[in-house]
């Protein structure tokens, strides 16, 4: 049986989308967790659409389309992707529609993603929110296969504001399993411990969305 070595601060650091999201969010915030994302040495920082274009040498900056809810026409996400990518991001998590997953209508699912996909075109990272812990299994391999026909480069659990929850050890194993290492899999939602970063990782996750990244960190070892 092998064992696999468990991951360093720096390993999870790498992995982290440092995100302040909350609609009450001012640019002086911003301008502090882009400081804070330096001295962790995290890998990104996410931020509203409204609050780009930021400077923040040294990271990627990603945004978000359709946020939180994906209600949003599917144009609407486009055209606010776009915008975001010409003011600098250079990742855009898009939320889908959620209750056409519920539905069943991937083919829906399938539209929403190849409008921002087209209109963002190769200039930044495309992922998916597909609020997994609002969906049945089906659902959640409906749209996770949605989210690779329509040429996302990552499917991600949750916004965060869902009320149905966030991330969890199930639902990144599903998609891991569904995407099968072709796309990237984003645990988000309710991530506040470094034991529960580390169980997301071993389930498949390869990107952490984190508003507590020092907290977590501060459980891995050096």
């Known amino acids: ?58 990271l990627v900056v990603a945004t978000v389309a359709g946020f939180p809810s994906g209600k949003h026409h599917s144009l609407v996400k486009g055209a606010e992707a776009r915008l975001a990518v010409d003011q600098g991001a250079a990742e855009v998590d898009m939320v889908i529609d959620v209750g056409a997953a519920v539905a069943g209508d991937f083919n829906a699912v399938l539209a929403d993603v190849i409008t921002v996909r087209e209109a963002i075109g190769d200039r930044a990272v495309l992922k998916v929110i597909i609020e997994s812990a609002a969906l049945s299994d089906e659902a959640i391999v409906g749209a996770c296969r949605a989210a690779e026909r329509g040429g996302a480069d990552f499917v991600k659990t949750s916004t965060g504001f869902h009320p149905a929850g966030g991330a969890s050890v199930h639902a990144v194993r599903l998609m891991a399993e569904t995407v099968g290492g072709k796309l990237g899999v984003k645990a988000s939602g309710g991530i506040r411990t470094a034991e529960d970063a580390a169980a997301l990782i071993a389930a498949g996750a390869t990107r952490l969305g984190l508003s507590q990244s020092a907290a977590v960190l501060a459980g891995f070892p050096d």
Do not use: F, K, N, W
């Open 1 to 58: 049986m092998t064992v696999s070595t468990p991951p360093t601060r720096a390993d999870v650091a790498a992995m982290i989308d440092h995100t302040l999201l909350a609609p009450q969010a001012t640019p002086a915030q911003v301008s502090a967790l882009i400081e804070d994302a330096r001295a962790l040495g995290v890998y990104a920082i996410c931020v509203s659409p409204s609050m780009l274009p930021v400077r923040a040498p040294g």
